[in-house]
């Protein structure tokens, strides 16, 4: 899944803006698009030629915008059950399906659907005070200054590491593993695969760990160690925690993102792909 890029606003279509016309048997669509001029001006052109709604009556949610754009717009419906179908506008657009305007409500209605289940994040940090959040791609511990990072990593409460010096480190979805657990020289993970990755960043002991594939069930906790000395910062997706002494993962599959491509170009077709590029 590709990493944030920036984009923090959406504009969505107001009533005005809407389309008219026969709804007959389409899914009630509302468009969304990030604060950039291409998506806005997409934006405008697809309300002006398709009936949509509001973001809370809609059954499928196009977002217009990036990468970045898309995670927002997948946090900010997680809860809701709506489906989100992603336009590229921005620059990799790997969660993105190309942009066109023709026959949109039929390629929604042919679009497979991935269910994509969220990492909790829980960490306490310096002051005792305990944070939650929700990761789609990782959860990514920090060094915070020129101090590497001494870090115990604990599987469903076992030590498995003692201690790895490091930049940092991450836990990774699969629908994740194609960001930055990539850059770090993570593994790839197919859909469906059941595992979470454990990526070390820039590792400078021991030095030929690579990190770790673990069931997806597992419980992954860090002990920071030297945590005053060597602060550590924790951020999932991006809610940034500072000065973590302790920070568990999660994967939570009560809670189902689902997500729309199209059939010729589908997310298992990409990150298959990924694992292939020179």
């Known amino acids: 899944m590709g990493s944030g890029d920036g984009e923090r606003k959406e504009t969505t279509a107001s009533a005005s803006e ?5 709804r007959s048997s389409r899914r009630r669509i509302a468009f ?26 809609a059954e499928v949610v196009v977002a217009l915008g990036g990468d970045g754009f898309m995670l927002e717009t997948l946090h900010r419906h997680r809860t ?6 992603g336009m590229n506008c921005g620059t990799v657009g790997f969660l993105m399906n190309q942009y ?7 390629r929604v209605r042919a679009a497979k659907e991935y269910a994509l289940f969220p990492l ?3 960490a306490r940090d310096m ?14 511990l920090l060094r915070e200054t020129r101090q590497t990072a001494k870090l115990r990593i604990r599987i469903d409460g076992i030590v498995r590491l003692d201690e790895l010096i490091c930049d940092g480190a991450l836990v990774a979805t699969p629908a994740g593993s194609t960001a930055y657990n990539l850059s770090a020289h993570g593994p790839i993970i197919p859909m469906g695969a059941d595992v979470l990755a454990i990526t070390p960043i820039s590792a400078f002991r021991p030095r030929r760990w690579r990190g770790a594939l673990v ?20 951020v999932a997706d991006s809610t940034e925690v500072r000065d973590v002494v302790e920070v568990t993962v ?24 990924e694992q292939f590029q020179p």
């Open 100 to 106: 066109g305007e023709e026959n949109l409500p039929e």
């Open 250 to 273: 999660r994967e939570d599959r009560n809670q189902a993102i689902h997500l729309l491509f199209d059939p010729e170009h589908n997310l298992e077709e990409r990150i298959l792909k």
């Open 80 to 85: 809701s059950g709506v489906r989100i179908y």
């Open 18 to 22: 809407r389309g008219a016309g026969p």
């Open 120 to 122: 909790v994040m829980t």
């Open 215 to 234: 069931p997806h069930g597992a419980i992954v906790g860090f002990e920071i160690l030297e945590w005053t000395k060597r602060p550590v910062s924790a």
């Open 32 to 57: 969304v698009a990030a604060e950039t001029d291409e998506a806005r001006a997409a934006l405008g052109r697809l309300t002006g030629r398709y009936p949509s709604v509001a973001p809370d009556e």
């Open 127 to 140: 002051m005792g005070a305990i944070h939650e959040a929700l990761a789609i791609n990782e959860v990514s």
